[in-house]
């Protein structure tokens, strides 16, 4: 008997290690930029969508391939307008899909630009994803990853921040800043991005989320993302269906701009599949084949084999 509970006792030692080691808060010391305590995690499940927001403690969760066969690594933002983030299957189930392909993924919970919780609100979804880089190329040979090889994916507002993280690297926003590590990401991974904010083919939603209700041109321009690319611009792969609400068009700005500054891009617009799909399987029609053609462009480049 003293035996079966020692072993359940050290069973359950490792079960919390192990999840000690799978979560890794970005700010350990201290959340910068809160207004006031940190409140509880609104986290709901509704539809079969969990939605997370009043995030207070932002942080990564890393999911380790029980079979790796490559050295690079995504962090992986998920959708949801800047006002929840839709985590489980523009997150998890993600960081999921690339273990069974023997890569390396982090799921990033990152701030929502709430202005009750946090001055200068629309800048802390970057810093979040700064510090996220920050923490994994620093940690790049424990992670047993390349420091070489980290991209970042989004879907739709997490497109949005996964394009921002692509295009204002050369500025590391807010109280936290390591000028030794670079916070560029190596290669960017868009699907149904929001890239634009201007007027015409903008996420309204989230523009308001992030920007205010009545946001200034000169900050209209400096998120409009397909306005920042320039040559340095890391490797973009992008997808969009022309029925989305999150209109083609923002794909289609970025992939120009990428391609006019020499920055390599591929682009895929299906006819159907709305927006949010993900992973789903639902009758959606070509546009569920989608992650095959990331898949080939990643093996392409060789970052998955």
Known sequence: MKNILLFALCFLISLKLFAQDKTILLYPEGVPGLIGKQIPEDSKTTDGITRVKDITQPAIYWYQPKEKTSDAAVIICPGGGYSILAIDHEGYDIAKWFNDRGVTAFVLKYRLPQENLFENREIRPLQDAQQAFRIVRSNAEKY???????GIMGFSAGGHLASTASTHFQKQVGEITDQTVSVRPDFSLLIYPVISLSDSITHSGSRSNLLGQNPSQENIDLYSN?????????PAFLISTTDDGVPAENSI???LACKKNGVPVEIHIYEKGGHGYALKKKGRGPVETWADRME???????LMK
């Open 296 to 302: 080939d462009w990643l093996r392409e480049r060789k």
């Open 144 to 150: 047993g990853v390349s420091p070489n090889k980290i």
């Open 253 to 255: 700005l970025y992939y």
């Open 226 to 234: 397909d306005q920042q690319v320039t040559k340095e611009t890391p």
